[in-house]
């Protein structure tokens, strides 16, 4: 199985920050690498696939990029509502896997 | 827009059988363009994919729960549905049904989930 994982596993910042988060596969993925949202209690909400695919209603705050074995989800100015929970999903071979996550806390 | 709503016990005993259903709504489940997948969440933790099934009936399961999974969709019914047998306390977890898109295998529409506990 392809392992992702992400960094840091936990995030304090404040409302406008600038953040980052990685997530680095085991193996080349090509650009195979989808950005899921989840809020405590909910479901995750996908975010970007494809890399860098913002999906359609989804801020443009949000961004990604990389490929191959390194990714990048970039919120430019943090709003209220993005601290959550945000995964990384590999889709370039079965089974498909997640990172463990990164906790984005408000500071 | 396609809505997805998990359905089945919230208890099960341990040995015993699984079942959640994902009952589709404002779309098909009969389309080309998606496979029906399910996810699972043991609470505090990460998410592990359970397996897909196609409109075909193919289905694609996690190696680590293939011995234990079982997937089918019903076309006339418009949902799809999970059985994981023998389950212990470690199945004990949130489950969710997901669509997932054909070729870039992200899940775009997902249900609120279910929690199901293993426990006697």
């Known amino acids: 199985d392809i392992l992702l994982t992400q960094s840091p596993s936990s995030l304090s910042a404040s409302v406008g920050d600038r953040v980052s988060i990685t997530c680095r596969a085991s193996q080349r993925i090509a650009n195979l690498l989808v950005w899921y949202q989840q809020r405590p209690g909910k479901a995750p909400k996908v975010l970007i696939s494809?890399?860098?695919s913002l999906q359609s209603g989804v801020p443009s705050r949000f961004s990604g990029s990389g490929s191959g074995t390194d990714f990048n989800l970039t919120i430019s100015s943090l709003h209220p509502e993005d601290f959550a929970t945000y995964f990384c999903?590999?889709?370039?071979?079965?089974?498909?896997?997640f990172g463990q996550g990164t906790r984005l806390e408000i500071k | 827009q396609v809505q997805l709503q998990e359905s089945g016990p919230g208890l099960v005993k341990p040995s015993q059988t699984l079942s959640l259903t994902c009952n589709v709504s404002?779309?098909?489940?009969?389309?080309?363009?998606?496979?029906w997948s399910w996810i699972r969440q043991p609470a505090g933790q990460g998410l592990e994919w359970i397996g897909r099934v196609y409109i075909s009936g193919q289905t694609t399961y996690n190696p680590s729960l293939t011995s234990r999974v079982s997937m089918s969709i019903d076309t006339s019914k418009n949902h799809f549905s999970l059985e994981l047998t023998s389950v212990t306390a470690a199945d004990s977890a949130v489950y969710y049904c997901a669509r997932t898109v054909l070729g870039l295998f992200h899940m775009d529409v997902w249900g609120e989930g279910t929690t199901v506990t293993v426990s006697s």
């Open positions: 404002g779309g098909s489940v009969n389309t080309g363009s998606y496979y």
């Open positions: 999903q590999q889709g370039y071979s079965s089974p498909t896997t």
């Open positions: 494809g890399a860098s």
